[in-house]
């Protein structure tokens, strides 16, 4: 049986009239697959038929081909069904061809200043409710990023549900969106004064400055301002101005100051001012990117996370590749010179490191420990601790230090643990792993005596230790006390069980 494509072409090639002369006279139907044995005079003669409707008989046969042809001659039902078949395809696609032709006129009728904005933070500013998460999927499916590419629509088959919804959504575009935002805003002032002040306030008056200006109490200032708070809260929720703005703007990730202020001019500074204010659950200021993060912020949250785990000293030459890392581990929404800022802004440059902000004297220590001592650092040398003096002025400047070494090695020793004769150590030095820890523990409680030499330790597991990087029983005395100081007592050449 042919299929629903050559089907479909019987109808549109044969037309209304051909097709009931195939239902109403099989006979003749019959007569398609001969037709080229004929000369078209002759076949008009013997079917009675004059030379219109032969030539568009001859048309049809090229069209159709033999095959098919044939098979209508001999299926008399057949073409009944297929009547009904094609008659609920037309309507089909005529509904489909009607929905499209709606859409056309409406994107048409699209506000062409809407053009240039991002489709996503629109559909959360018109909040489509259940329809948003479809809609979405939608745009997602046909590519489509900005109003403009709204076009690509017509190129979908569209469900009745999405279609109800698209509709409403291209219908809210035919205003322009930012001019609205901008008039709704300035319809909140109910006074000239009101908008003098609250500008006043946004750039950062006192209430106590602001009553002075304008011959008020400071009680008055601080109702005018409270009372426009309110009504801005409400235009937050009625119009979404964050997400229309955010949808604006180029930043794919947050809208910022710059970013207001090219969009809303003179009302850019109250907006701000009032946008902190409202606590907004879907717009989130960052004093960082100087923006607000618009939406849920997770990934601002995650970032600020990860930033807790970085070192207090990155050298210059891989920092470009830890920001690279955290994008692709953090998923995030932002491009390469945005993360990078964030990151820093905890840090600052010194020389060829970047170094923490706010850092403590003992962070200082452990930064030049971890940079230039990482195999541990010799305690009780002059001449040592008088380079660990340069380092720290080298890498934080002048910082005000002990006047005596004593206190630097006292210091350092409670930072360190012990790693060879008169030397010492980060803890983040130590690569032993913890089954290697637990066996050497198991062995101390498990052994006759009460006290045990740290040398017999060192021997009875040395092979295991050298592979863990303690190369001498100094350094496993350091070890066994940074982890169990509250378990056993220490003396210089051995340790005790504590019953």
Known sequence: MCDLKNKAKIIDILGEE???????????????????????AEFDKANGLDSGISEQLLNIREELGEELCIWCSKNYNGLVNLTSILSSYIDAYENTQKIRNNLKQLIEGADSNNYGARIAPLISAFEAKDGTNSLLELFDRAQI??????????????????????????????????????????NLFKKTRDEEIIRKRANGATFKATSRAYGLTYEGVRQIERKFQVRFDSYILRIMPHYILYAFGKNSSFISGAEIKELLDDLSDIFTYCL???????????????????????????????????????????????????????????????????????????????????????????????????????????????????????????????????????????????CDRGKRILPSGIKISIASLRKIHTAIIEFEGNEIMYIELFERFKNELLANNITNQYFLQGVLRQNYSNEFIFTRYSLRRRW
């Open 145 to 186: 990023n900005c109003v403009q590419d709204l076009w690509q629509l017509l190129t979908l088959t569209i469900d009745e549900k999405d279609n109800v919804e698209l509709i409403r959504f291209i219908t809210w575009l035919r205003e322009d969106k930012l001019a609205t935002l901008i008039n709704e805003l300035h």
């Open 276 to 418: 902190k204010v409202s606590n907004c659950p879907t717009a989130h200021w960052s004093e960082q990117l100087n923006g607000f993060i618009i939406g849920d912020g997770k990934w601002y949250e995650q970032l600020n996370e990860c930033k807790k785990g970085l070192p207090q000293i990155i050298d210059y030459d891989s920092i470009d590749d830890i920001i690279a890392a955290m994008i692709t581990n953090l998923a995030l929404p932002l491009v390469f010179d945005d993360t990078k800022r964030l990151v820093l802004v905890d840090y600052i440059l010194s020389e060829k490191v970047y170094l923490k902000k706010r850092m403590n004297l003992s962070q200082m220590y452990c930064a030049v420990l971890e940079k230039y001592y990482p195999a541990g650092i010799k305690l009780y040398d002059k001449s040592e601790i008088i380079r660990f003096r340069n380092y720290l002025r080298e890498l934080f400047g002048e910082v005000y230090l002990p006047k005596y070494n004593r206190a630097i090695e006292k210091r350092l020793t409670d930072l360190t643990i012990l």
């Open 18 to 40: 051909m097709f009931n002369v195939c239902l109403e006279n099989p006979a003749k139907a019959t007569a398609f697959s001969w037709l080229f044995s004929f000369s078209i």
